[in-house]
């Protein structure tokens, strides 16, 4: 089970976290994942981790501005939003996939993921 959390209302510029905690029996290799779904689009991937080793891979609308993290303590995946755009609106998904690939690009492909959380609304003032 995935629970999002995080999301509000923010300025452009300003910043932003989500988290997304994770709770029952996981496989060893995993990673986790954010997505987005904007008004009138469909589901956009943001960013992934693996949950071992911690490589990361960002989509290119995001990189250098989000950062996502995990925390193995609490089992819980951050995503810190910096730099906030208003086309950064959405509302923010945490995924998790069992697949299991070197390549961490592969995870954009929102149909190797197992688990969706509830999804977070993220809203950005002008």
């Known amino acids: 089970q995935l629970q999002a959390s995080g999301g509000g209302l923010v300025q452009s510029g300003d910043s932003l976290r989500l988290s997304c905690a994770a709770s029952?029996?996981?496989?060893?290799?995993?990673?986790m994942a954010w997505f987005r779904r904007a008004p009138g689009k469909g589901r956009e991937f943001v960013a992934v981790?693996?949950?071992?080793?911690?490589?990361?891979y960002y989509a290119d609308s995001v990189t250098g501005r989000f950062t996502i993290s995990r925390d193995y303590a609490n089992n819980t995946v951050y995503l810190q939003m910096n730099s906030v755009k208003v086309e950064d609106a959405a509302v923010y998904y945490c995924?998790?996939?069992?697949?299991?690939?070197?390549?961490?690009?592969?995870?954009?492909?929102?149909?190797?993921?197992?688990?969706w959380g509830q999804g977070t609304m993220v809203t950005v003032s002008s």
């Open positions: 995924a998790v996939s069992f697949a299991t690939s070197q390549t961490m690009g592969v995870y954009q492909n929102r149909y190797l993921y197992d688990y």
């Open positions: 029952g029996r996981t496989p060893s290799s995993y990673v």
């Open positions: 981790i693996r949950w071992s080793g911690g490589s990361t």
